[in-house]
């Protein structure tokens, strides 16, 4: 087969094709007597399992594995699958921890020691954080801390030590800064549940994703060894 032909089945160019062989996704190639590269089900195989990993491990990691595994490294091949299988079940975790934790949080303000507000000092203690990341969020828009009229210190309110227990939960989600405050500031206006809801749902669908591309990636590229196997 031509590059042209590899490229077809996945609306790619030829020259995507030999950027890949050139990048050892692909094993080398043979060539004709006029130099023209030659490939065969192998090489089409090869081009599957890559596209197909590289839904679920993203482009780089699935370059790594097909690299692995045409240079005869199949223990880092199934290191970098198994790192990636071990960082779903995390996240999976996180989106259940954080949904039983979110879920508690939507419909009660957790009230403030002694009745009144919580300082830096007090809220950071009560997440297991440090004082600079709570200024931290709030420079970035994820809280909104009052200020003490007589001392000019931040006090952090009902809902301010809800929004800082909420941020805790999705930093360990893996969520950034700005996906944060991008998301309390939707459960704002949205008075909570609704938002919240959607939120977590949306979450739950995006791991379901990927774990399905995980696996069409793995019965694809069990399907390359096989052929290398054979070969």
């Given amino acids: 087969m031509r590059p042209i032909d590899l490229a077809r089945e996945h609306a790619l160019s030829a020259q995507a094709v030999r950027n890949y062989e050139d990048a050892d996704v692909l094993p080398a190639a043979e060539r004709s007597a006029s130099g023209y590269r030659r490939y065969t089900p192998l090489h089409a195989q090869a081009l599957r399992a890559f596209l197909a990993l590289r839904r679920g491990h993203g482009h780089q990691q699935a370059m790594e594995i097909m690299r692995a595994v ?48 919580l300082t830096v000092g007090e809220l950071a203690r009560r997440l297991g954080v440090h004082p600079a990341t709570l200024r931290t969020w709030e420079t970035a828009g994820i809280l909104r801390p009052e200020r003490n009229r007589a001392t000019g210190y931040r006090e952090y309110g009902p809902e301010g030590v809800r929004d800082a227990e909420i941020a805790r939960q999705l930093r360990r989600g893996g969520y950034l800064l700005h996906q944060v405050a991008r998301f309390l500031e939707s459960l704002r206006e949205a008075g909570g549940a609704d938002a919240l809801s959607a939120f977590l749902d949306s979450w739950q669908d995006r791991l379901a994703a990927r774990s399905r591309d995980l696996l069409a990636g793995a019965a694809q590229l069990d399907a390359y060894l096989t052929l290398l196997d054979r070969t």
Avoid at 84 to 106: I, K
């Fill in 70 to 117: 045409n240079r005869g490294d199949s223990d880092s091949a199934y290191r970098l699958i198994d790192a990636a299988h071990v960082a779903l079940l995390a996240e999976r975790d996180t989106r259940t921890e954080v949904a039983a934790s979110l879920g508690a949080l939507s419909t009660t303000a957790p009230r403030p020691v002694g009745g009144r507000p």
